[in-house]
């Protein structure tokens, strides 16, 4: 029982890792497609791009320990 759940567990970190990747390479995609017409993110949008990248590294560091099993994780 307590495997299936760790498995379990750790199939839905990896969905999760997976989305971040595709969201990653529409924000990739949009970022080509302002270039191509020569236009650029506000400077609030450019923080807010900051603000989430920092978070979500956070997330996917925290998944990270998670999924190798390290003790102590918040």
């Known amino acids: 029982r307590k ?3 760790r498995l379990s567990g750790m199939y839905h970190v990896l969905s999760d890792i997976e989305r ?3 969201h990653a390479i529409n924000m990739v995609g ?3 497609s302002f ?3 020569n236009l650029d993110f506000s400077d609030t949008a450019k923080q807010e ?3 989430l ?3 979500v590294l956070v997330v996917v560091d925290s998944a990270y320990d998670l999924f190798i099993g390290k ?3 918040t």
Request: glycine share 10%; net charge negative.
């Open 71 to 73: 003790k102590g994780v």
């Open 30 to 32: 949009y970022h080509k």
């Open 49 to 51: 791009l900051r603000t």
């Open 3 to 5: 495997d299936a759940l």
């Open 35 to 37: 270039l191509e017409r």
């Open 20 to 22: 971040i990747g595709d």
């Open 53 to 55: 990248t920092d978070e």
